[in-house]
């Protein structure tokens, strides 16, 4: 059974009472909320995700709601909860969608240490997976959409990039794909074919909406990735495409400082993190068109180089 099976009805109260398992990729979680913007959320975004049975094992049980205490009406606030325990501030009423987006990637970065996860957008074609590891702000999430929604790449994450140690092998983890701010503006106008939810503003990030991942994507996610390129990209207004080489040493501290759990791998991290580099085509690439841009990775795919 997928989420789009369940009438909205059922959908609301199965999240209001026991609390809905889902899977994305590798992982299960029991999501209960009354928030009526978290019920269409993810009505809307998750559709095509599978939904556990009522007695599966979760890997993690969250909530998102409304604060006990008079925020719950004045100037309402939503609070993510983690095993019944607030790990973030409240933010406004309005952002419970968007808290619970923020609050299931903070789960997976901080309790999925069976994987090195990078903070890095990851999509594939033909087999080929194309890391793109970037600070907020530098154009990754909107590379990575138009790569999906008009390139014709498969989303395996446009935030958490999961690398299996043992294999090295890139764990999907489909889920919404966020925007910020003219991005948003920019993939409506570029993709309007695709589905979108509401934009909220004046979140810590600014102007914030989701798009519904490609069910392609969803319906494949046991299928695991080879990387073949690691490429860091940056936005810059009126720049050509640019893909140039970059150093395996630059290639693997920029790695190190984009992921998350690094530490706590020790050595094993450091040697998954090295194999990476070692097999992978590293460059760095900055552009300001999306068309432009499209062409280089057209063939990047193709031939290997994207000149």
Known sequence: MIVADLPA?????????????????????S?????????RGIGLHYAEHPIEADEAFADFHVSVERPLNWRRWFKSQVVFRFDGNSPFAPLPGDQGFPMLEWGL???????CHEYLILHAAVVEKNGHALILPAPSGSGKSTLCAGLVFLGGWRLLSDELTLIEPL????????????????????????APQTIWGPVVHETAKGSVAHVRPPAAGVLRADETATPAWIVLPRYQSGAP?????????????????????????????FEVLAGLVARADCSQFTYSDMESALAVFD?????????
């Open 31 to 39: 999501i209960r909320s009354t928030l009526e913007a978290v019920h």
């Open 167 to 190: 294999t090295g092998q890139i764990v999907p983890l489909p889920r919404p794909v966020s925007l910020k701010n003219d991005s948003i503006a920019l993939m409506k106008r570029l």
């Open 241 to 269: 495409a640019c893909l140039e080489p970059l150093s395996k040493a630059r290639t693997f501290m920029a790695l190190e400082a984009n992921a998350f759990n690094y530490n706590v791998h020790g050595r094993s991290g």
């Open 105 to 111: 990637n903070w789960c997976v970065s901080s309790h």
């Open 9 to 29: 009805g059922r959908l609301k109260r199965v999240l209001g009472t026991s609390g809905l398992r889902m899977r994305t990729g590798p992982v299960v979680t």
């Open 299 to 307: 063939r990047l795919a193709i031939t290997g180089s994207g000149q």
